[in-house]
């Protein structure tokens, strides 16, 4: 099985982007749970923006800074509108209290084209800040996506302990917040400061400074506006800080038990058939009712916190407008102010409150991103730790490399363990040749199937290497093959593309391997994995098998599905069809040894499973003789049947 490997995403001149970060370290001696938990957390959202702030490296492309620098000039002309109507909101005022009617006329004109100018700008900005966030959100899915699918540590990741449960969602749902929210506060903050920083101006110029009398004397409170702005707001932000502490830790855990319902329904969906058959509905709902007493007991805590920010946030929004009037009011009356001054005045206080408060409108979405950015960093971390085992970085790790000569596969002093360092199987020295047969038997639990694994590559922990004949392909038929969505014709093309042979060569191929009736349903499209049984899957897998026509092949229980009769006629096409392959076969069954050439056996041990005999099953040369003893035995009449 020649295929490409996936590409990791590098940068336009061609530079990968930024290696993983080292591993976390152990925290010093002394230090609390709650302050090893906080710096876990840092490291987390430290190690989210290693690999996150590469967009507006090399590998993101000119428009990213484009794009960004973009987005604050329009901010910037935003604010330029919204002063001008401030500015018109305290002539228009002016001019009703002096009943100025040519001046209201003139006034009404100028109002559209500033409103019309206002939502344009505000049109393109939104514009400017959904593409920074589709075009980021789509890189950084690139990279850990292909990250997660190199070198199979999508299926190592079910291997290894980690914070990286239900990886799926992770970078379906938690990457899409962790790069939407970003943009949002940064154009959020930026857009706050500017206009705290313009009305802040506005208000100590219209407001002045406000005297009032105290037992008998005059105290004189210069800018007394901006003031009360700076105090509401402080107020406010701080009563939400104190009210949503707990938001961050409450929104991951809405998330996990999210993931973890979703994960619980899929798992329905695809073993449905095991599970009617088994009539476990009662189980599988109790299962899935569990999971979703957890979703509901963690959107109760997100809703008390909703509540509880609710209050600060509508509280403030209905009283910020009221005090500067209140405020302006004694100044109004006394006649130091006119109308459109009080009116001005209250339009920028309610601007420069909401600056100065903008985090009490968005903790809550704070919350929320700083468990996504954490949620998604905890599966890099996690994939941080397999690639730094592919390097070989303090992690024993089975090697690969090159056969010398006509060997078609070596085993060198191969130890398989698992991460942690327990030993599976021993040190083990084996070499194939071309076109040998060679059947891996043993006990369950001896370690079979992981040695296939560690040959496959899929498995990366142990010592000493794993040697393939250059230039050779290898494919590898499970026990339980996979079956992608789509038409019939790309599940026997996979993992090729359906395109790459004829309907007529899939055809032929399929009536070979028994399964004659799905002939006409080649390009229908249907739920295939639920569709074909076992042994059909099984027997798709020999067809995937015959069309791709491999140099090495690798079968692990990949006829467990099928009768004696079936299992039979899939070795003996496998011998008609692919007489020069080279065979490695895991399996229980006695029948296949006559199947095969060579027999290792492994047998469990202390310090991992050892290979403890390595057999001829037919003399070198007899291959065709087996072949011919599995064809004559196909022509014996049945038991009774006229000769």
């Given at each position: 099985m020649?295929?490409p490997?996936i590409?990791?995403?590098v940068?336009e001149?061609?530079?990968p982007?930024?290696a993983?970060?080292?591993?976390?370290?152990?925290?010093?001696?002394?230090l609390?749970a709650?302050?090893?938990?906080?710096?876990?957390?840092?490291y987390?959202?430290?190690?989210?923006?290693?690999?996150?702030r590469?967009?507006?490296?090399s590998?993101g492309?000119r428009?990213?800074?484009l794009?960004?620098?973009?987005?604050?000039?329009?901010i910037?002309?935003?604010?330029t509108?919204?002063?001008?109507?401030?500015?018109?909101?305290?002539?228009i005022?002016?001019?009703?209290e002096k009943?100025d009617?040519?001046k209201?006329?003139y006034l009404?004109g100028?109002?559209?084209?500033l409103?019309i100018?206002s939502?344009?700008?505000g049109?393109?900005?939104?514009?400017?800040?959904m593409?920074?966030?589709?075009?980021?959100r789509?890189?950084?899915?690139?990279?850990v996506?292909?990250r997660?699918?190199?070198?199979?540590r999508?299926y190592q990741l079910?291997?290894?302990d980690?914070?990286h449960?239900?990886p799926e969602?992770?970078?379906?749902e938690?990457?899409?917040?962790?790069?939407?929210a970003?943009?949002?506060?940064?154009?959020?903050v930026?857009?706050?400061?500017?206009s705290a920083a313009?009305f802040?101006v506005?208000l100590?110029?219209?407001?002045?400074a406000?005297?009032?009398?105290?037992g008998?004397?005059?105290?004189?409170i210069?800018?007394?506006?901006v003031?009360?702005a700076?105090?509401y707001?402080?107020?406010?932000?701080?009563?939400?800080?104190?009210?949503?502490r707990?938001?961050v830790?409450?929104?991951?855990?809405?998330?996990?038990?999210?993931?973890?319902y979703?994960y619980?329904?899929?798992?329905v969906?695809?073993?449905g058939?095991?599970?009617a058959?088994?009539g476990?509905?009662?189980?599988e709902?109790?299962?899935?009712?569990?999971?979703?007493?957890?979703?509901?007991?963690?959107?109760?805590?997100?809703?008390g916190?909703?509540m509880r920010?609710?209050?600060?946030?509508?509280g403030?929004?209905?009283?910020a407008?009221?005090?500067?009037?209140l405020?302006?009011?004694?100044?109004?009356l006394e006649?130091?102010?006119?109308?459109g001054?009080?009116?001005?005045?209250?339009s920028a206080?309610?601007i420069v409150?909401?600056a100065?408060?903008?985090?009490?409108d968005n903790?809550p979405r704070?919350?929320?991103?700083n468990a996504?950015?954490?949620?998604?960093?905890?599966?890099m971390m996690s994939?941080?730790?397999?690639?730094r085992a592919e390097t070989g970085?303090?992690?024993n790790?089975?090697?690969r490399g090159?056969t010398?000569?006509?060997?078609?596969?070596?085993?060198n002093?191969l130890s398989?363990?698992?991460?942690?360092g327990?030993?599976?199987v021993g040190?083990?020295?084996?070499?194939?040749?071309?076109?040998?047969?060679?059947?891996?038997?043993g006990?369950?639990?001896?370690g079979?199937?992981?040695?296939?694994?560690?040959?496959?590559?899929?498995?990366?922990?142990g010592?000493?290497?794993?040697?393939f004949?250059?230039?050779?392909?290898?494919?590898?038929l499970?026990?339980?093959p996979?079956v992608?969505?789509g038409?019939?014709?790309?599940?026997?093309?996979?993992?090729?593309?359906a395109?790459?042979?004829?309907?007529?060569q899939?055809a032929?191929?399929?009536?070979k391997?028994?399964?004659a009736?799905?002939?006409?349903k080649?390009?229908e499209?249907?739920?295939?994995?639920q569709?074909l049984?076992?042994?059909?899957?099984?027997?798709?897998a020999?067809a995937r098998?015959?069309?791709?026509?491999p140099d090495i092949?690798?079968?692990?229980e990949?006829?467990?599905a099928?009768?004696e009769?079936?299992?039979?006629?899939?070795?003996?096409?496998?011998?008609?069809e692919?007489?020069?392959?080279t065979?490695?076969?895991?399996?229980h069954?006695?029948?296949?040894?006559?199947?095969h050439?060579?027999?290792i056996?492994?047998?469990?041990?202390k310090g991992g499973?050892?290979?403890?005999?390595d057999?001829?099953?037919?003399?070198?040369?007899?291959?065709r003789?087996l072949?011919?003893r599995?064809l004559?035995?196909r022509?014996?009449?049945?038991?009774?049947s006229?000769?």
């Amino acid at each position: 099985m020649n295929r490409p490997p996936i590409q990791e995403v590098v940068a336009e001149t061609g530079e990968p982007v930024e290696a993983p970060p080292p591993e976390l370290l152990e925290p010093e001696p002394g230090l609390s749970a709650e302050e090893i938990e906080q710096l876990k957390r840092d490291y987390l959202l430290t190690r989210f923006w290693i690999s996150a702030r590469g967009f507006w490296g090399s590998g993101g492309g000119r428009l990213a800074w484009l794009l960004s620098i973009g987005l604050i000039a329009l901010i910037v002309l935003q604010i330029t509108f919204q002063y001008g109507i401030n500015v018109w909101n305290r002539s228009i005022f002016d001019a009703i209290e002096k009943k100025d009617s040519a001046k209201v006329f003139y006034l009404t004109g100028v109002f559209f084209p500033l409103a019309i100018g206002s939502i344009v700008i505000g049109v393109v900005q939104v514009f400017a800040r959904m593409n920074i966030q589709r075009r980021w959100r789509a890189w950084l899915t690139n990279s850990v996506v292909s990250r997660w699918l190199t070198n199979g540590r999508y299926y190592q990741l079910n291997l290894v302990d980690g914070d990286h449960q239900n990886p799926e969602y992770r970078i379906a749902e938690d990457l899409r917040v962790a790069t939407d929210a970003p943009v949002d506060f940064a154009a959020g903050v930026t857009q706050a400061f500017l206009s705290a920083a313009t009305f802040i101006v506005v208000l100590w110029t219209i407001g002045g400074a406000l005297t009032v009398s105290v037992g008998g004397s005059t105290v004189t409170i210069p800018g007394f506006l901006v003031i009360a702005a700076v105090m509401y707001a402080a107020i406010a932000s701080g009563s939400m800080m104190i009210i949503g502490r707990n938001f961050v830790s409450v929104s991951e855990s809405k998330n996990q038990a999210e993931a973890e319902y979703r994960y619980a329904l899929t798992r329905v969906r695809e073993n449905g058939e095991s599970i009617a058959l088994l009539g476990g509905e009662e189980e599988e709902r109790s299962g899935i009712d569990k999971s979703f007493g957890n979703v509901l007991r963690q959107w109760a805590r997100i809703c008390g916190q909703h509540m509880r920010t609710t209050i600060v946030s509508q509280g403030s929004s209905l009283i910020a407008p009221v005090i500067p009037i209140l405020l302006c009011a004694p100044k109004f009356l006394e006649g130091s102010m006119s109308l459109g001054q009080v009116m001005q005045a209250a339009s920028a206080f309610t601007i420069v409150q909401a600056a100065f408060g903008w985090l009490v409108d968005n903790y809550p979405r704070l919350a929320e991103w700083n468990a996504g950015a954490r949620r998604i960093a905890s599966l890099m971390m996690s994939i941080d730790g397999l690639e730094r085992a592919e390097t070989g970085d303090g992690i024993n790790r089975i090697q690969r490399g090159e056969t010398e000569g006509d060997a078609m596969l070596r085993l060198n002093e191969l130890s398989v363990t698992l991460n942690d360092g327990t030993a599976v199987v021993g040190e083990s020295e084996v070499v194939i040749e071309p076109g040998e047969r060679v059947l891996v038997a043993g006990e369950s639990g001896t370690g079979k199937s992981t040695l296939v694994r560690a040959i496959a590559g899929l498995w990366p922990w142990g010592g000493g290497s794993v040697d393939f004949h250059p230039d050779r392909r290898i494919f590898m038929l499970p026990q339980k093959p996979y079956v992608p969505f789509g038409t019939l014709r790309r599940a026997i093309a996979y993992p090729g593309a359906a395109e790459d042979w004829t309907v007529k060569q899939m055809a032929e191929t399929l009536e070979k391997v028994g399964l004659a009736h799905l002939k006409e349903k080649i390009e229908e499209d249907a739920p295939w994995d639920q569709t074909l049984s076992g042994g059909e899957k099984q027997r798709l897998a020999f067809a995937r098998l015959f069309l791709h026509r491999p140099d090495i092949i690798v079968l692990d229980e990949a006829t467990s599905a099928l009768d004696e009769p079936g299992q039979d006629k899939m070795m003996g096409l496998l011998h008609e069809e692919l007489k020069d392959a080279t065979i490695i076969s895991v399996a229980h069954r006695p029948e296949l040894e006559e199947f095969h050439s060579r027999k290792i056996t492994l047998e469990r041990r202390k310090g991992g499973a050892k290979l403890v005999s390595d057999i001829d099953l037919i003399p070198r040369g007899g291959k065709r003789r087996l072949l011919g003893r599995w064809l004559r035995r196909r022509q014996l009449p049945a038991p009774g049947s006229a000769p």
